[in-house]
Nanobody, 114 residues
Framework: QVQLVESGGGLVQPGGSLRLSCAVS????????MEWYRQAPGKQRELVAR???????NYGDSVKGRFTIPRDNAKNTVYLQMNSLKPEDTAVYYC????????WGQGTQVTVSS
């Protein structure tokens, strides 16, 4: 059974940085496209960043130039490095693994506030 466990969320001041981690177990991590989504209260879940099994990355317009999505296949982990954080980045962040099927993590809260 594939499991995704996110960590690294918390409270940060505007302009600060956080790194989220998503550890995947139960399958061949390197074959998965990995994605980060976020959902703010009262809003739809949106795609933040994606990295394919081959390393191709895509970013949502609102985070381009501020966020990156590196992956470490040796550690079965994908990260979301978030820099220059803004209050509007406040949301629950979810990790998703996509290959034949897709799997979701439980989410981690990120709050950007002074």
């Amino acid at each position: 059974q594939v499991q995704l466990v996110e960590s690294g969320g918390g409270l940060v001041q505007p302009g600060g940085s956080l790194r989220l981690s998503c550890a995947v177990s139960g399958s061949i991590f390197s074959r998965y496209t990995m994605e980060w989504y976020r959902q703010a209260p009262g809003k739809q879940r949106e795609l933040v960043a994606r990295i394919s099994s081959g390393g191709t990355t895509n970013y949502g317009d609102s985070v381009k130039g501020r966020f990156t999505i590196p992956r470490d296949n040796a550690k079965n982990t994908v990260y979301l490095q978030m820099n220059s954080l803004k209050p509007e980045d406040t949301a629950v962040y979810y990790c998703r693994a996509v290959w034949v099927y897709d799997y979701w993590g439980q989410g981690t809260q990120v709050t950007v506030s002074s």
